[in-house]
């Protein structure tokens, strides 16, 4: 059975930085496509990073420049460093995984994925 299990949501203030990670059981990570996710209070879920198995990524607008999606095949962990955090980062943020590849854009689109977790949360507040 897939699981994915999050960690490292905290409070944290605007322009601090943060790393997520999601440690995946039960499947074989290095060949699936992983995604992080967040889902803020009155919002709709959007996608945040995806990488590929080879390596490939894509983030949405918002984050550019200041996220950076990481996976290590070797201890099955997926990350999501965060940089200069803003308010509107607030949220909670899962992981997702899927057996598939996908293009750049579908990447970030939560039908893509079949597992999930059940989030961590971050809170960037003064």
């Known amino acids: 059975q897939a699981v994915l299990v999050e960690s490292g949501g905290a409070l944290v203030q605007p322009g601090g930085s943060l790393t997520l990670s999601c440690r995946a059981h039960?499947?074989?990570?290095?060949?699936?496509?992983m995604a992080w996710f967040r889902q803020g209070p009155g919002t709709r879920r959007e996608g945040v990073a995806g990488i590929n198995p080879p390596g490939s990524t894509n983030y949405v607008d918002s984050v550019k420049g200041r996220f950076t999606i990481s996976r290590n095949d070797t201890s099955n962990t997926l990350n999501l460093q965060m940089d200069n955090l803003k308010p509107e980062d607030t949220g909670m943020y899962c992981c997702?995984?899927?057996?598939?590849?996908?293009?750049?854009?579908?990447?970030?689109?939560?039908?893509?994925?079949?597992?999930w977790g059940t989030g961590t949360l971050v809170i960037v507040s003064s």
């Open positions: 997702a995984a899927d057996s598939r590849q996908w293009g750049r854009v579908t990447l970030l689109s939560s039908e893509a994925y079949s597992t």
């Open positions: 039960g499947f074989v990570f290095g060949t699936y496509t």
